[in-house]
């Protein structure tokens, strides 16, 4: 896999310092929970960032429940966790990678392509007795030169077209009934964008917890052209990220996200909401 790196191959790199890991654990109901988490035990060397404090900006009237970072801080952040162009870095959460895969996007985003996600994640880690630690490593700081990439980020303006015309295709990562409209637990409005397909992000995912071959996700996707502009949104941009990996696992390369996602789509009142299939 061109994105996932196995547990083996993290273990047996450790003590490489060109090999920053970053624990990505959240949880959207107590978001306390993951720092505390990491504060007992994560994997040796790995350094923590949170989804709403260092993956997140400060939310508004627009721009979803999760938006962008601001990026003077997060760079400065990357820059203060030993991370370079040089630096190969290892994502993991212990939310099936939907954290850790929006760590890898926004890397990704600023122009670092030498980062990954840790397949498992922290508890198939500690399950195969993999090392653990309480202490929190330190590393000398380097330069973060951004380079960023916006043709990996979709606007509203670009949904809107892709809603309207066509222009692209939208693929609505969150589960079944909330894209159907029948439940929505989080956000105001029910439904999904007009012309959205569903596919649920979760379903990159084997019954373990391990991600997917990528022949497995091509059949997941089989009914999109590989050529075929692709929009991928959630509720608040973070568990598109899983779906936007595993596309590019699929050998698909147009594709982009949509950070808002629902939350920030229905923050217009002139936007309309679909239900149902249709």
């Known amino acids: 896999m061109k994105y996932i790196v196995s547990q083996q191959w993290l273990a047996s790199r450790l003590d490489d310092r060109n090999v920053r890991v970053i624990d990505c654990r959240f949880y959207m109901g107590d ?42 801080e997060f760079v400065e952040k990357l820059s203060s966790a030993g991370i370079d162009h040089h630096t190969t870095v ?98 105001r409005v029910a439904g999904h964008i007009p012309g959205a397909k569903n596919s649920f992000w979760k379903d990159g995912l084997t019954n373990e917890g391990y991600w997917k071959q990528p022949i497995e996700q091509e059949q997941r996707f089989a009914s999109l052209a590989k050529d075929e502009p692709i929009i991928v949104y959630c509720g608040s941009g973070v568990t598109a990220c899983p779906n936007v990996i595993a596309l590019y696992e699929a050998g698909y390369e147009n594709v982009r996200l949509y950070v808002g996602s629902f939350s920030d789509w229905i923050s217009y009142p002139d936007h309309p909401i679909a239900t149902g299939e249709n």
């Open 90 to 187: 290892v994502a993991y959460d212990d939310q099936d990678g939907a954290m850790a895969a929006r760590f890898w996007w926004l890397l990704r985003y600023v122009g670092h392509t030498n980062v990954y996600v840790l397949d498992g994640g922290y508890r198939k880690w500690k399950e195969a007795g993999h090392p653990t630690t309480e202490e929190v490593a330190s590393f000398e700081k380097r330069a973060f030169v951004p380079a960023f990439q916006p043709s990996l980020l979709a606007t509203t303006e670009d949904v809107k077209r892709a809603s309207e015309q066509s222009t692209a295709v939208l693929i609505d990562s969150r589960e079944q009934k909330r894209y159907l409209g029948i439940e929505e637990p989080i956000d």
């Open 31 to 72: 978001p306390s929970r993951g720092l505390q988490e990491y504060i007992q035990d994560h994997i040796p060397g790995a350094l923590y960032f949170d989804l709403e404090k260092d993956l997140s900006g400060p939310v508004g009237e627009h721009g979803g429940r999760h938006p962008l970072p601001p990026f003077d």
